[in-house]
C-alpha cells in the first residue's frame, strides 16, 4: 500500500499539468495552501481521502481513477521487464525503485510502450527459440535447411567463377550458366515444398496467443477482475433456467435447445480428439466429453449459453480494451463467457453470503453451489462490487513443470509474467500432497505478507493413451484479512517463525540467503 500512496502525489499533478491548471488556483479550489499541495505532488504529505475527493469533483473524474491500480501494475509489470538479464549490459540494473515509480507517473503512456516493445521482443525471441528447436527435432526440416544451404554454397561458387575468369570461352560460359539455372531451379523446388510442408503440417505459430494471453490479462487485472454488466445477464440466464421441476444443469440445457436450437449431447473422449467439449454449429449440437465431471459439464453448457445469448454484453464489457488483434478480441470474449458462466454457477449475492457464513471454506462452497475446486476459487477472485466486497485474493495455476496457465494479482502480490516463479511457493509443495490444501504465510522482500492456500487438482484420465493430468491451484489475501478465513484458525499470524520469506522469481529477488537460488539477482531493487 505504501507504494500506492506514493503513486499518489504524482497522479495529482500530472492531472493539474494536462488540464493546464496552476498550482496556486488548484490548490485555492481544494482550500489548501500552494505549499502543502505543492508537498501533496512531490509526495511529501499524503493524500487523504477526503482530499482524494475533493480532487476528483475538481478534475471531473472518478475517485477510483486517483486510486493508483493502474500505475500499481504498470509500475509491477516495469520492475519485471528490468530484471531482465537483457538489461543489465545497458547500464539500466541500478535503477531505483524511487525512479521506477516516479517514471511510472509521469510518463505512463511512455512505460506501456516500453513494455509492449519488450513484449514483442519476447515473442520474436522465444519464437526463433521455438523454431531453432523444431528445425534440429524434425529430420525434414533439417534435411531440406541442408539442402538449400548446399545449393545456395553451389551456387555462389559458380557465380564467383564466372566473375573472377574473365577469359573463359563462351562454350565454358554457357556449360556453367547452364549448371547454375538447374541448380537454382532445384533450389526452387526444395523451397516450394518446404512451404507446402509449412501449411500441410497445420502447426501452430510457437508464440500463437501468448501477446494476446497477456493483453486480456491486463484487462482483467485494470477492470478488478469484477464486471457489473455479466454479473446482472448472469443473474437473469439463471433465473430463466432454474424452474420447479429444473434445476441449473437440467434448466441450462433446456434453455440452449429451446431458445438457441442446440441440443447437449455426451460422447467419447475419442470422438473429440484432444478437446472435452465442442460446439457442432452444423449439427446443432453441443458435444462433451462423457468423461467430464458434472460440475465441468454444467460448465461448458453455461459457457456456450453465455455465448449464444450475452455476445453482445460481452462486446460491450470488451469494448474499454480495444484488443489489439482478432486474436486478442477471440480470447478476450471467451475469457468473459467463461467469467459469465461461473456467475450463473455461483450467482453474485449467494455466493458472497456462503463466503462470509463459511469464512472462505473453499470446498464447502463447492458442496453448496456443486462446481470445481477451480471453478470456485476462480469466483472468490471475482467479489469485487462496489459496497459488496469480498476479500481480495490472488489466484494462478501451475503444471507440475512449474508452467503457470493462469494468473491474477488481484491481493496484490506480484506474480511474474515471464520465467518461472519462486521455488518456495506453497503452489509447488502442492504436488508432494495430492488433494491437500496447504496453508503458508508468505513474505516478499519488501516486507508484504499473503496468506495463501493451494491444492492440487486432477483431470480424469481415461486408459494408457489419455492419462491423468495434474495441476495445482493457488488463492491468496494479503495477510490483513487472513483472520476471516477459516484456513487461519490455530494459526499464530504474528509469528516470526511462521512466515515463508520468499519472492516473486529468482532474477526480481534480492535475497542473499535463499538455498534455493537458481538465477542471480539482476533488477537492482529490493
Given at each position: 500500500?505504501?507504494?500506492?500512496?506514493?503513486?499518489?502525489?504524482?497522479?495529482v499533478r500530472?492531472?493539474?499539468r494536462?488540464?493546464?491548471?496552476?498550482?496556486?488556483?488548484?490548490?485555492?479550489?481544494?482550500?489548501?495552501?500552494?505549499?502543502?499541495?505543492?508537498?501533496?505532488?512531490?509526495?511529501?504529505?499524503?493524500?487523504?481521502?477526503?482530499?482524494?475527493?475533493k480532487?476528483?469533483?475538481?478534475?471531473?473524474?472518478a475517485?477510483?481513477?486517483?486510486?493508483?491500480?493502474?500505475?500499481?501494475?504498470l509500475?509491477?509489470?516495469l520492475?519485471?521487464?528490468?530484471?531482465?538479464?537483457?538489461?543489465?549490459?545497458?547500464?539500466?540494473?541500478?535503477?531505483?525503485?524511487?525512479?521506477s515509480?516516479?517514471?511510472?507517473?509521469?510518463?505512463p503512456?511512455?512505460?506501456?510502450?516500453?513494455?509492449?516493445?519488450?513484449?514483442a521482443?519476447?515473442?520474436?525471441r522465444?519464437?526463433?527459440?521455438?523454431?531453432?528447436?523444431?528445425?534440429?527435432?524434425d529430420a525434414y526440416?533439417?534435411?531440406?535447411?541442408?539442402?538449400?544451404?548446399?545449393?545456395?554454397?553451389?551456387i555462389?561458387?559458380?557465380?564467383e567463377?564466372?566473375?573472377?575468369?574473365?577469359?573463359?570461352?563462351?562454350?565454358?560460359?554457357?556449360?556453367?550458366?547452364?549448371?547454375?539455372?538447374?541448380?537454382?531451379?532445384?533450389?526452387?523446388?526444395?523451397?516450394?515444398r518446404?512451404?507446402?510442408?509449412?501449411?500441410?503440417?497445420?502447426?501452430?505459430?510457437?508464440?500463437?496467443?501468448?501477446?494476446?494471453?497477456?493483453?486480456?490479462?491486463?484487462f482483467?487485472?485494470?477492470?478488478?477482475n469484477?464486471?457489473?454488466?455479466?454479473?446482472d445477464?448472469?443473474?437473469?440466464?439463471?433465473?430463466?433456467?432454474?424452474?420447479?421441476?429444473?434445476?441449473?444443469?437440467?434448466?441450462?440445457?433446456?434453455g440452449?435447445?429451446?431458445?438457441?436450437?442446440?441440443?447437449v449431447?455426451?460422447?467419447?473422449?475419442?470422438?473429440?480428439?484432444?478437446?472435452?467439449s465442442?460446439?457442432?454449429?452444423?449439427?446443432?449440437?453441443?458435444?462433451?466429453?462423457?468423461?467430464?465431471?458434472?460440475?465441468?459439464?454444467?460448465?461448458?453448457?453455461a459457457?456456450?449459453?453465455?455465448?449464444?445469448?450475452?455476445?453482445?454484453?460481452?462486446?460491450?464489457?470488451?469494448?474499454?480494451?480495444r484488443?489489439?488483434?482478432?486474436?486478442?478480441?477471440?480470447?478476450?470474449?471467451?475469457?468473459?463467457?467463461?467469467?459469465?458462466?461461473?456467475?450463473?454457477?455461483?450467482?453474485?449475492?449467494?455466493f458472497l453470503?456462503?463466503?462470509?457464513?463459511?469464512?472462505?471454506d473453499?470446498?464447502?462452497?463447492q458442496?453448496?453451489?456443486?462446481?470445481?475446486?477451480?471453478?470456485?476459487?476462480?469466483?472468490l477472485?471475482?467479489?469485487q462490487?462496489?459496497?459488496?466486497q469480498g476479500?481480495?485474493f490472488?489466484?494462478?495455476?501451475?503444471?507440475?513443470?512449474?508452467?503457470?496457465s493462469?494468473?491474477?494479482s488481484?491481493?496484490?502480490?506480484?506474480?511474474?509474467?515471464?520465467?518461472?516463479?519462486?521455488?518456495?511457493w506453497?503452489?509447488?509443495t502442492?504436488?508432494?500432497?495430492?488433494?491437500?490444501?496447504?496453508?503458508?504465510?508468505?513474505?516478499m522482500?519488501?516486507?508484504?505478507?499473503?496468506?495463501?492456500?493451494a491444492?492440487?487438482?486432477?483431470r480424469?484420465?481415461?486408459?494408457?493413451?489419455?492419462p491423468?493430468?495434474?495441476?495445482?491451484?493457488?488463492?491468496?489475501?494479503?495477510?490483513?484479512?487472513?483472520?476471516?478465513?477459516v484456513?487461519?484458525?490455530?494459526?499464530?499470524?504474528?509469528?516470526?517463525?511462521?512466515?515463508?520469506?520468499?519472492?516473486?522469481?529468482?532474477r526480481?529477488?534480492?535475497?542473499?540467503?535463499?538455498?534455493?537460488?537458481?538465477?542471480?539477482?539482476?533488477?537492482?531493487?529490493?
Open positions: 500500500m505504501a507504494a500506492r500512496k506514493l503513486l499518489l502525489g504524482y497522479k500530472r492531472l493539474r494536462e488540464r493546464r491548471v496552476s498550482q496556486i488556483e488548484l490548490a485555492k479550489r481544494l482550500d489548501i495552501s500552494p505549499s502543502y499541495l505543492n508537498l501533496i505532488e512531490h509526495n511529501r504529505r499524503p493524500l487523504t481521502p477526503p482530499m482524494l475527493l480532487v476528483a469533483r475538481v478534475f471531473e473524474v475517485p477510483e481513477a486517483l486510486s493508483g491500480d493502474e500505475e500499481e501494475h509500475l509491477t509489470r520492475d519485471e521487464v528490468l530484471g531482465d538479464p537483457l538489461y543489465q549490459d545497458m547500464g539500466m540494473s541500478g535503477i531505483s525503485t524511487g525512479d515509480r516516479e517514471l511510472v507517473a509521469n510518463q503512456d511512455m512505460v506501456q510502450a516500453f513494455l509492449t516493445l519488450y513484449a521482443y519476447r515473442e520474436a522465444e519464437s526463433a527459440q521455438a523454431l531453432s528447436e523444431r528445425l534440429y527435432d526440416l533439417s534435411n531440406s535447411v541442408h539442402e538449400i544451404l548446399t545449393l545456395m554454397t553451389s555462389r561458387s559458380f557465380s567463377i564466372l566473375h573472377d575468369n574473365q577469359l573463359l570461352s563462351p562454350e565454358q560460359r554457357d556449360r556453367f550458366f547452364q549448371i547454375m539455372t538447374e541448380e537454382t531451379e532445384q533450389l526452387t523446388q526444395v523451397i516450394n518446404l512451404l507446402d510442408f509449412s501449411r500441410e503440417s497445420g502447426t501452430p505459430h510457437p508464440m500463437a496467443g501468448k501477446t494476446a494471453s497477456e493483453e486480456i490479462t491486463s482483467i487485472e485494470g477492470q478488478g469484477y464486471f457489473a454488466e455479466i454479473e445477464a448472469a443473474d437473469d440466464l439463471r433465473r430463466k433456467a432454474v424452474t420447479r421441476d429444473a434445476g441449473i444443469h437440467d434448466g441450462l440445457i433446456r440452449l435447445l429451446r431458445d438457441h436450437g442446440v441440443a449431447k455426451l460422447v467419447p473422449w475419442k470422438d473429440l480428439g484432444t478437446d472435452v465442442r460446439h457442432d454449429q452444423e449439427g446443432a449440437m453441443l458435444l462433451l466429453s462423457a468423461e467430464l465431471s458434472p460440475a465441468r459439464q454444467t460448465f461448458h453448457v459457457q456456450l449459453t453465455a455465448h449464444l445469448a450475452c455476445r453482445d454484453v460481452l462486446e460491450v464489457s470488451l469494448a474499454d480494451t484488443p489489439t488483434s482478432a486474436q486478442s478480441h477471440a480470447l478476450g470474449v471467451e475469457t468473459l463467457a467463461k467469467y459469465l458462466a461461473g456467475a450463473v454457477l455461483m450467482p453474485y449475492r449467494p453470503e456462503a463466503a462470509l457464513e463459511l469464512r472462505y473453499i470446498e464447502a462452497l458442496h453448496r453451489f456443486t462446481t470445481s475446486f477451480e471453478q470456485t476459487c476462480h469466483r477472485t471475482t467479489l462490487r462496489p459496497m459488496a476479500i481480495p490472488h489466484f494462478m495455476r501451475v503444471d507440475i513443470a512449474g508452467n503457470v493462469k494468473r491474477y488481484g491481493s496484490g502480490m506480484h506474480i511474474p509474467r515471464f520465467g518461472g516463479i519462486c521455488p518456495r506453497n503452489i509447488h502442492a504436488f508432494i500432497s495430492p488433494g491437500a490444501i496447504q496453508r503458508q504465510i508468505a513474505q522482500p519488501d516486507g508484504s505478507t499473503y496468506f495463501c492456500l491444492r492440487t487438482i486432477s480424469q484420465g481415461v486408459g494408457y493413451r489419455m491423468m493430468s495434474h495441476l495445482a491451484v493457488g488463492v491468496g489475501c494479503e495477510i490483513s484479512h487472513a483472520h476471516g478465513l484456513y487461519a484458525d490455530a494459526m499464530n499470524l504474528e509469528s516470526q517463525e511462521a512466515i515463508t520469506p520468499v519472492g516473486a522469481g529468482c526480481f529477488c534480492n535475497r542473499g540467503d535463499c538455498r534455493q537460488r537458481a538465477f542471480p539477482f539482476t533488477t537492482g531493487r529490493g
